[in-house]
C-alpha cells in the first residue's frame, strides 16, 4: 500500500473508512466476531467479491483481525482490532446524523444536475 501524507484529520479518516461498504462492515463486526456469510448477510447487497476486497483493505488498514482456525472444515473468523473499534465509535454521530436526516436526504432526486439537486435539498429540509 502506498504511504500517503494527508492535509487533515478528516482527509485522513475519509481515506480509510472511504467507500460505500466499509463503515456498514465495520458496523456488522461491531457486534462481535462474524464469519464471511455472517458479515456477507449482514451487510445487505454486497457481492461476495466486493467484501472479500474490502475485508482485505481492511485488515491492510489494521481496522479488521482475520482469525483463521485449522480445522476441517476450515473456520476464518474477522473481528475489529482496536483501532477497528475507534473509528466505529467515531462514525456513530454520523449515523445518527443520517438518521435524523434520512427523509430529507431520501427525497434529493439523483438524476438532476447538480445545481438542480442543491435546490430541491434546500426546499426539502
Known sequence: MKKRTY???LDAAVDVVGG???ALILWELHHGPRRFAEVRRGVSGISEKMLIQQLREMEAYGLVHREVYRQVPPK???SLTAFGAS???AL???GE???RHMATI???PRDQPAEKRS???GAVG
Do not use: D, Q
Request: contains cysteine.
Open 7 to 9: 492535509s487533515c484529520g
Open 119 to 121: 435546490e430541491a435539498a
Open 20 to 22: 460505500k461498504w466499509k
Open 87 to 89: 473509528l466505529n465509535e
Open 92 to 94: 456513530i454521530p454520523l
Open 97 to 99: 446524523w443520517g438518521e
Open 106 to 108: 431520501e427525497a434529493i
Open 76 to 78: 476464518v473468523e474477522y
